[in-house]
């Protein structure tokens, strides 16, 4: 099948697709809780808890996302996926139980598996192969302004209307969404084939799955821990709440620089740099206790490294594994991920509590060091042995 040209325009409209996504799911609560707590009643970690539940609806679902995406194409795939969770923005719009609020959330989760980043590169990927990982770079460019666009959106939205009427404002944009995903070809994928390997290069194969599902995931549990629970680390050494926004600064401008870089920088050579930064990273959150103006370093900088990971963990699947077997791989091997995604925030609440928040910076600093060890030993075991799709791109 004749696969289609490299257009900016496919670009463009999904990063649109991806900012409003990402806007008005995983960045709503934040800017809803306080009103929709004081007319509910209900605590923030009970409203928080309906994205926990969609993001074990996603690792549930993750598995068969493959199917859906080879039997129906990327664009339905997506689409469908952008309606879900505008519907479920206009059941969260009328919903006056913490039932019915539960309900759409597991409705979102199902959506937001369908609508986000992993479902969308799959089909790039489908696409265009190897040739996508540039798309994948500008599309994350675009979705990393989510938080910059909706948390001030839905601040000023809610200075003259109620959080439910926002929220169908949310849908509305939900809409337009999936207005800008059409313009991605709708290719099916080809049915998956059995590939006949030796016993080596199998063993190497489940070294390479093992290595990259848990490099995934602790850095998934560190990230979303720590992005978190942001403002409570930013008040814990007395700077004010818009320090904040240097995390989004540093996500963008990596991001930026990423897709500057061109080829330049291969998945490999941003992997090891990424990891190799985190520990370092840290450390400077934790001279933060000592040295005030260290603590705006870490928001930057660990901003910036949370804006590549993204990047990593959509385009390192590239170099270990087949383009054909992309999505089914991540569909399986990023469940762990998104468990952890889920149960971070109370992991980090639970060790904020217990050991203090320079405590958990301490935790946060050891989980970063085996992280760093993982993806050495990610670039090692690539530099013994060939590459499963024969490739002679180097490492480093």
């Not at 690792?59 to 795939?77: C, D, E, M, N, W």
């Not at 598996?113 to 192969?129: I, K, M, P």
Request: aromatic fraction near 10%.
């Amino acid at each position: 099948m004749k696969t289609p040209a490299l257009p900016r325009l496919i670009s463009l409209a999904a990063g649109c697709n991806q900012l409003i996504n990402w806007g008005i799911t995983f960045y709503m609560p934040g800017t809803f809780s306080r009103a929709i707590s004081a007319e509910m009643g209900w605590t923030s970690p009970q409203i928080y808890f309906g994205l926990t539940l969609a993001m074990l609806v996603m690792a549930v679902i993750s598995p068969f996302v493959a199917r859906l995406l080879a039997r129906f194409g990327g664009q339905q795939v997506v689409m469908s996926g952008t309606l879900l969770i505008t519907l479920s923005c206009v059941v969260m719009a009328y919903t006056h139980s913490l039932s019915g609020w539960y309900c759409a959330w597991l409705l979102a989760g199902v959506g937001m598996r369908l609508a986000l980043y992993d479902a969308l590169f799959a089909s790039l990927v489908n696409l265009y192969g190897q040739s996508a990982r540039r798309m994948i770079s500008r599309v994350t460019l675009a979705g990393g302004l989510a938080s910059a666009v909706f948390w001030p959106l839905g601040a000023t939205l809610l200075t003259f209307m109620s959080w439910r009427e926002a929220l169908l404002i949310y849908a509305l944009c939900g809409l337009m969404s999936t207005t800008f995903i059409r313009v991605l070809p709708n290719q099916t994928m080809p049915p998956a084939t059995v590939r006949k390997v030796s016993t080596s290069s199998g063993h190497h194969d489940r070294r390479n799955s093992l290595l990259y599902a848990t490099f995934i995931a602790l850095i998934t549990f560190v990230s979303n821990g720590t992005s978190t629970h942001l403002p409570e680390f930013i008040a814990s050494v007395g700077l004010p709440a818009t320090v904040g926004m240097l995390w989004g600064i540093g996500q963008t401008g990596a991001r930026m620089m990423e897709v500057m870089a061109g080829s330049t920088l291969t998945p490999f050579r941003l992997t090891l740099f990424t990891a190799l930064a985190m520990p370092l990273c840290f450390l400077a959150g934790v001279s933060a206790s000592t040295f005030i103006w260290a603590a705006a370093g870490f928001v930057l900088g660990y901003g910036a490294i949370n804006g590549l990971v993204t990047i990593i963990k959509a385009t390192l699947p590239l170099q270990l594994f087949p383009a054909e077997d992309y999505a089914r791989r991540t569909g399986v091997l990023l469940i762990p991920a998104q468990v952890m995604a889920a149960v971070s925030p109370f992991a980090y609440a639970w060790l904020n509590r217990e050991l203090s928040v320079f405590g958990t910076m301490w935790v946060s600093c050891g989980l970063t060091v085996i992280i760093g060890g993982l993806a050495v030993g990610m670039v090692v075991v690539q530099r013994d042995n060939k590459k499963p799709s024969g490739e002679a791109e180097g490492f480093l």
